[in-house]
C-alpha cells in the first residue's frame, strides 16, 4: 500500500493540467484521471477494514482522522503506522523505520543534493518560458519539454513532501513549517480539480471557456515555476550555509586540538623548567664558609 501510494503521485503529475491543449496526448491525461479514480476504492476498503476490524477497540480521533485524510489524498497512506506498533513506519529503501527528528534530518540531509539538482531543471524551463517565447510556440516537441519538466519538478517534490511528513511525528507542526513545498505541491492541483471547466457545460460559451481555461493554466504554471525558482535558490543558499557552517566547525576542531597539543606542549616545558631549576638549586651550595 505504501509502494502504491507513491504510484498515486506518478498519476497525479501525469494527470496534472496542461498548459496549453496539445502538450501532452489528451488521451494519457485522461487514462491517468481514471486511473486515480479507479484506485481510490482501494485505500477506501482498507481503511474500512482497518477502522472496522483490525483496529476496533485500540483507535483515538488521530488515526480515524488520518485513515479518513489518506481516503481522501492516497499518497498519505505513505505516513500511516500500524497500530501495533504506533512508533514505526514502513518507507521503501528503509524498510521499518522509527519516525522523529534523527531520522527526518538524515532523510532531509540525503535529499538535499538531489533536490537541488532537480529543482535547477527550472532554469531552462524557465529560459524556455520567456527568452525563447517564439521559439516555443513554433515547436511542439520544445512545448513538450517544458511541460514534462514542470511535472518531473512537481513530482520531486511532492514525493519529498510526502516522505518527510511520513517521518515527521508532529505533521501538522512540519507542514506549517515547510508551508512553501506545501504550496508548490498543492498548487497545480487547484486546477486538477476542473474548477475552471464548469463553463465548458454551456455549449455557446464553450470555445470561449476552454480559451480563459488554458490561459488560467498558463499563468498558474509560471506562477509555479516563479516560486520553484524561489525555492531553488533558498535551497542553494541553505545548501551553502549548512556547508558553510561544517567547515566553521571542522576548523573550530583543528584549531581545539592545536591548543590542546599547544597546551600539552606547555605543561611538558614547565615541568622540564621547574625540574631543572630544582636540579641547579641542588648543585648550589646553600650554606656558605666564614670569611678569612
Partial sequence: MALFALFQLLLLAGALPQLQEHFIPIGFVHACEIMILVSLPIFWLEATVRLAWLERGRLTRNRVIYCILFCVIPPLRLGLTPASAKHWVWLPGLSWVMP??????????????????????????????????????????????????????????????????????????????????????????????????????????????????????????????AILLLRVLDRVSLSFAERRLESLRNQIDKHKRSIHELSEEIEELEADIAARKIQKGQACPTDQGPSS
Fill in 100 to 225: 522523529g527528528r534523527p531520522l527526518a534530518r538524515r532523510i532531509a540531509k540525503s535529499l538535499s543534493i538531489p533536490m537541488i539538482v532537480i529543482a535547477l531543471l527550472i532554469l531552462p524551463a524557465l529560459a524556455l518560458e520567456f527568452v525563447f517565447q517564439k521559439f516555443v510556440a513554433g515547436h511542439t516537441w520544445a512545448q513538450l519539454v517544458l511541460d514534462v519538466t514542470t511535472r518531473v519538478i512537481w513530482l520531486a517534490f511532492a514525493i519529498e513532501l510526502v516522505v518527510m511528513v511520513a517521518v515527521s511525528r508532529r505533521k501538522v507542526e512540519h507542514c506549517t513549517r515547510h508551508w512553501v513545498d506545501v504550496l508548490i505541491v498543492l498548487f497545480p492541483l487547484v486546477s486538477f480539480l476542473r474548477v475552471f471547466r464548469l463553463g465548458v457545460l454551456v455549449r455557446t460559451t464553450r470555445l470561449a471557456s476552454l480559451a480563459r481555461t488554458y490561459r488560467l493554466r498558463a499563468v498558474a504554471f509560471r506562477l509555479l515555476r
